[in-house]
């Protein structure tokens, strides 16, 4: 009876062992899936900005430029809504105050009527340029999460070996 007790006992400690396993793997897979959420996010707002300063210096005063710009914003702020829940609540914070601002700007554009006044282009130029820097620091935060997160697994597989360049 003895020796029952104990090999059932062995086969619940086996079973703790191997679930908590699982779950320490699944664990790891989440984080690294929610980490590839937010690089993408990044991502995805600069490329809804564009290259507006490119856009700006190569316009010679074309207003259709800082219309399209706009259009830019509107589609950021868009984006914003969607993906800022990804992104821990201080770097939200940053986020969702530059980008506050320029859809007040635009807001405040298209209610007034103004034109392809210089000051909106200099806004423009000035929020995205940190929004730009913000969103680059986060990208290296989280390419350095993504590396750090990585199964030592990848790394043994690859054909170069261990730590070689």
């Given at each position: 009876?003895?020796?029952l007790?104990?090999?059932?006992?062995?086969?619940?400690?086996?079973?703790?062992?191997?679930?908590?396993?699982?779950?320490?793997?699944?664990?790891?897979?989440?984080d690294?899936?929610?980490?590839?959420?937010?690089?993408?996010?990044?991502?995805?707002?600069?490329?809804?900005?564009?290259d507006?300063?490119?856009?700006?210096?190569?316009?010679?005063?074309?207003?259709?430029?800082?219309e399209?710009?706009?259009?830019?914003?509107?589609?950021?702020?868009?984006?914003?809504?969607?993906?800022?829940?990804?992104?821990r609540p201080?770097?939200?914070?940053?986020?969702?105050?530059?980008v506050?601002?320029?859809?007040?700007?635009?807001?405040?554009r298209?209610?007034?009527?103004?034109?392809?006044?210089?000051?909106?282009?200099?806004?423009?130029?000035?929020?995205?340029?940190?929004?730009?820097?913000?969103?680059?620091r986060?990208?290296?935060?989280?390419?350095?999460?993504?590396?750090?997160?990585?199964?030592?697994?990848?790394?043994?597989?690859?054909?170069?070996?261990?730590?070689?360049?």
């Amino acid at each position: 009876m003895e020796l029952l007790f104990a090999a059932l006992s062995g086969v619940i400690v086996g079973a703790l062992v191997t679930a908590s396993a699982m779950l320490l793997l699944l664990q790891r897979r989440s984080d690294r899936d929610l980490i590839e959420r937010r690089l993408r996010a990044c991502f995805d707002y600069r490329e809804c900005l564009g290259d507006i300063e490119g856009a700006f210096s190569g316009s010679n005063g074309d207003a259709r430029v800082v219309e399209q710009a706009w259009h830019n914003v509107a589609a950021l702020a868009r984006e914003f809504r969607r993906t800022s829940w990804l992104f821990r609540p201080e770097l939200r914070l940053r986020l969702a105050a530059v980008v506050e601002e320029l859809e007040r700007g635009r807001l405040a554009r298209s209610s007034n009527g103004v034109g392809s006044g210089g000051r909106a282009a200099q806004l423009l130029c000035e929020k995205c340029r940190e929004l730009d820097q913000i969103l680059t620091r986060e990208v290296e935060v989280e390419a350095r999460r993504h590396v750090r997160w990585r199964l030592p697994t990848e790394d043994a597989a690859s054909p170069k070996g261990k730590g070689e360049p």
